[in-house]
């Protein structure tokens, strides 16, 4: 197999770090791994799993000539200018930024789902994290039975809002439980023993755009703007790992207990549904883990036998960001580098 | 107006506790007030808001012809056995429980919605928490436009396990921030900083009993049961006050800025929705709240202009118990003694 020239942009980030770590845990073919991030972080030493050390460069003085595949986990307005960049210059580039999502020109991918999408682009864009989390068991459903409407309410993690968002939740939560003021500044409220119904900018019509990009990428990626889809999204005090709460109306009748076996037998996906053991999603289980738990699977008393509900819970910064990355990578593999 | 003998059992907990604050907040007429709860507690005194003393008494020792109005907030087998035995003896119970609430023969009350059903029975109901905290404004959705499906997740405070609920929360999240190791003997599992989709005991249909209650409340306390509900109720690491994202499908065409001038004008509800300024419910802001706060108010995706999406946030010891249930005594007063 070919061994791939890789970069990864914004390599001292939250994702940037798990990068690393899931390219070297799925062995991903790479004859070079550099490191870019912005020039604060020039001649940083970063340790990669197999102890050795690789300098961080500056993101301006690259050349991305000397790159075959570049991973984008850099925000800021780098990637509208330096995307395009790379991709011209040949490098093919999976953004993690929500930049090209929405461009009917750049194919969005979750590798369970519409790897075929791929074709010949240079720019590939990385689905939200609450997208792909919620998609892989969804993409079940539809193919199966059909979906006609989801309605998704979400519990998401502080580091949903990078690593500062985590560090804002445990210094604010110390402050709290001592009796001092509890500060906010990465979240637009206090967080801790606090919950806020508002991820990223309002939009026109009262959704967040966190809600929205459920509803356009899910869309996209399933190919079908028929689905009807709708989001409530609620920052909530966990450290790592969104869960979403989903209910869905199938176009064919559902019984929960053949999708509870699709499900246990789909890539990306581990059942967790003993309830009698008490066993279901849960982010202190999910977090740090490749597979998207899936529970609490039961008729829906609002759809009856054309419907579903399920809690899915799934760590954002792999499924959602960092591993489904690495998972478009291994298929640019396969079908470019063959 | 007549001024009642009443009695409060379980007084030493956080639902007798704040029950007494709001009867005294709220001027409810009373000729003597008497606490009662289990030996233990027997002797100790409690300090009234206005500055009094009263003796706990010991509930096995009570003569219930001394009561004109008793409300029952005590659990461990005591309402099935008490409450009857209260009732059978003139006095009239406000119980907190769910033991009698599906029973056709009692009347469960939200006083905002069917304080007309209260009758001549000895017995009242007051419902779940978080069933009376989404009735308030699901009642106007009714009312004006009519329900078809009511889908609901919820997001749970702790002290809905009780104040034992609250102290493991902030005992074990301060194990948790000091790395050491976390317990648990009030949730199911570990709650710092995690998330449980589990309240009460699984049904036979794979739903929790909390979030059935929702569905068989919502279903007798607006006296419909063709509307169709369905619920996820999840536990959360916040101390109070428990939020709700809730999805409406109607029988005639909504208008959001039509309900959200009917919300601003309903007793009971907050409207906070000013997205602009980032105002909407929140558990810090609606914690100790009389008012239930309703914001997020947009058309639904999936229901079109049948469609509403809201989110809900209320004190669920305050209207979720100890308010809802001295309502019920203001109308009981008004409708029986008068």
């Known amino acids: 197999m070919k061994k791939l020239k890789v970069g990864i942009f914004g390599a001292t980030g939250m994702v940037g770090q798990e990068l690393i770590k899931v390219l070297y845990k799925r062995k991903f073919s790479m004859k070079k791994l550099r490191l870019f991030a912005s020039s604060r972080s020039k001649g940083k030493q970063i340790k990669m799993p197999d102890g050795k050390s690789i300098t961080v460069e500056d993101v301006a003085e690259v050349n991305y000539k000397e790159l075959e595949l570049a991973f984008f986990a850099i925000g800021g307005g780098w990637p509208e200018e330096q995307v395009p960049k790379a991709a011209e210059a040949g490098c093919i580039v999976i953004d993690n930024s929500s930049t090209f999502r929405y461009n009917d020109n750049i194919p969005l991918i979750v590798p369970e789902i519409n790897p075929n999408t791929i ?100 869309q996209k990626i399933f190919g079908d703007k028929n689905i009807q889809i709708s989001c409530t999204c609620v920052r909530i005090p966990t450290m790592r790992a969104h869960a979403e709460s989903i209910v869905v109306e199938t176009k064919k009748p559902i019984n929960p207990e053949e999708i509870r076996e699709i499900f246990q037998h789909t890539q990306g996906i581990e059942v967790k549904d003993d309830i009698e053991n008490n066993v279901y999603p849960m982010p202190v289980t999910a977090s740090k883990k490749f597979n998207v738990e899936v529970g609490r699977i039961r008729r829906s008393m609002v759809f009856g036998e054309y419907g579903l509900e399920f809690f899915v819970c799934g760590d954002q910064i792999l499924k959602g960001a960092a591993l489904n990355a690495v998972q478009i990578a291994e298929q640019v593999l396969k079908q470019r580098f063959k």
Chains 1, 2 share one sequence.
């Open 119 to 218: 074709g010949d682009s240079n720019i590939i864009a990385n689905p939200n994290c609450t997208t792909a989390i919620a998609a892989v068991p969804l993409y079940q459903i539809y193919k199966h039975y059909g979906l006609k409407k989801v309605i998704i309410s979400t519990y998401q993690a502080t580091s949903g809002a990078g690593s500062q968002g985590m560090v804002e939740l445990e210094e604010q939560s110390r402050n709290y439980l001592a009796g001092k003021k509890v500060e906010n500044k990465i979240f637009i409220h206090p967080i801790p023993f606090n919950i806020i119904p508002h991820i990223d900018k309002f939009q026109e019509n009262n959704y967040t755009k966190e809600e929205m990009k459920v509803v356009w990428e899910t």
